[in-house]
């Protein structure tokens, strides 16, 4: 089998269980880069963080970010945006939604925020990518690629009921975390993300592996033609998709490994 491409999720995949970039998963994917493999990185992180952790890993790679809300290439010009409707971030903006939850905005090059979080930040300091607080229940809607709710997993299994209800065939609505609840415009995802850089690359589906744990990577891996699933991957993805291949997970660098031996890296 000739591959060609590979796109992985962050989070709880590529990354460890620190959310961060280890030597060997940088050096295995240097080494296939060097042999012409091509990346994307594709999570629902702002691209503002990813561009830190792509350099944190040595090699050129598509940016799919906000879940495919945002796609950049390899020199981070954007190559597809989609938002949510202004009128429909200024409803699931309102505390009808938004109460017990920490509400985020993510737009072209900002990331709003309607409090602090200490806990966001510590995730996000190697990259040095901060957040601004301010009165999202007030704000236009305009430029939203994604809204992001921070809460326990039962309040949020509450509002993603609510939220389906009224505005399901309008939005995109997904878990990336059991504590993040992803809302995007319909239409958008992770896997439509990487359809349209595949296309633009001239890469079938068949050349290409993906990489996933989360609830948020089931149109990524039903794109791909050869998805693997972590080990420790969220149960409802391991429901999705039961023909995949089940892979180590991230606290062992599950990717990396899994990658050394298809490619005989040694």
Same mark, same amino acid.
């Given at each position: 089998?000739?591959?060609?491409?590979?796109?992985?999720?962050?989070?709880?995949?590529?990354?460890?269980?620190?959310?961060?970039?280890?030597?060997?998963?940088?050096?295995?994917?240097?080494?296939?880069?060097?042999?012409?493999?091509?990346?994307?990185?594709?999570?629902?992180?702002?691209?503002?963080?990813?561009?830190?952790?792509?350099?944190?890993?040595?090699?050129?790679?598509?940016?799919?970010?906000?879940?495919?809300?945002?796609?950049?290439?390899?020199?981070?010009?954007?190559?597809?945006?989609?938002?949510?409707?202004?009128?429909?971030?200024?409803?699931?903006?309102?505390?009808?939604?938004?109460?017990?939850?920490?509400?985020?905005?993510?737009?072209?090059?900002?990331?709003?925020?309607?409090?602090?979080?200490?806990?966001?930040?510590?995730?996000?300091?190697?990259?040095?990518?901060?957040?601004?607080?301010?009165? +999202? #229940?007030?704000? %236009? *809607?305009?430029?939203?690629?994604?809204? $992001?709710?921070? =809460?326990? &997993?039962?309040?949020?299994?509450?509002?993603?009921?609510?939220?389906?209800?009224?505005?399901?065939?309008?939005?995109?609505?997904?878990?990336?975390?059991?504590?993040?609840?992803?809302?995007?415009?319909?239409?958008?995802?992770?896997?439509?993300?990487?359809?349209?850089?595949?296309?633009?690359?001239?890469?079938?589906?068949?050349?290409? +592996? #993906?990489?996933? %744990? *989360?609830?948020?990577?089931?149109?990524? $891996?039903?794109? =791909?033609? &050869?998805?693997?699933?972590?080990?420790?991957?969220?149960?409802?993805?391991?429901?999705?998709?039961?023909?995949?291949?089940?892979?180590?997970?991230?606290?062992?660098?599950?990717?990396?490994?899994?990658?050394?031996?298809?490619?005989?890296?040694?």
């Amino acid at each position: 089998m000739s591959y060609r491409f590979i796109a992985s999720d962050l989070d709880g995949t590529l990354l460890d269980q620190h959310h961060a970039v280890n030597a060997l998963t940088a050096a295995t994917l240097q080494t296939l880069q060097s042999r012409g493999i091509q990346f994307a990185l594709a999570t629902g992180r702002h691209h503002m963080d990813v561009r830190g952790i792509r350099e944190a890993l040595g090699v050129r790679a598509h940016l799919i970010t906000s879940n495919g809300a945002r796609v950049h290439d390899p020199d981070d010009a954007l190559i597809h945006r989609q938002d949510i409707d202004a009128e429909l971030v200024r409803a699931i903006a309102q505390p009808e939604f938004a109460a017990g939850t920490i509400v985020n905005f993510y737009l072209d090059d900002e990331w709003l925020i309607d409090q602090p979080s200490q806990e966001l930040l510590d995730m996000h300091k190697d990259s040095g990518t901060v957040y601004r607080v301010c009165d +999202l #229940a007030g704000h %236009d *809607g305009e430029g939203v690629g994604k809204v $992001l709710y921070i =809460a326990p &997993h039962e309040h949020l299994l509450q509002l993603e009921s609510r939220l389906r209800e009224g505005f399901g065939d309008r939005l995109y609505i997904t878990f990336s975390l059991e504590h993040c609840l992803e809302v995007m415009a319909a239409g958008v995802s992770k896997g439509h993300a990487l359809e349209l850089v595949l296309r633009r690359l001239g890469i079938p589906a068949d050349a290409c +592996l #993906a990489f996933g %744990d *989360g609830q948020n990577d089931v149109e990524l $891996l039903l794109a =791909a033609g &050869h998805p693997r699933v972590m080990a420790n991957a969220h149960p409802r993805l391991s429901d999705m998709l039961p023909q995949a291949r089940r892979i180590g997970s991230h606290a062992e660098s599950g990717v990396a490994l899994h990658l050394r031996e298809l490619f005989q890296l040694g």
